[in-house]
């Protein structure tokens, strides 16, 4: 599975500071859950189910 992620946050400069100090935290924080639960679900990639 892969995704890619687009998003603008405006006025550049103050959005680049708030996106390394709290957005791309939020965002990899969803993607890290996301991943913990496909993983409860199917098993891990590469895990063949015994």
């Given at each position: 599975m892969?995704?890619e ?46």
């Amino acid at each position: 599975m892969m995704d890619e992620v687009e998003y603008f946050l405006p006025f550049a400069i103050l959005w680049r500071i708030v996106h390394l100090l709290k957005v791309r935290k939020d965002v990899n924080r969803t993607f890290d859950y996301r991943r913990e639960r496909i993983d409860r679900l199917f098993g891990r990639y590469g895990e063949s189910a015994a």
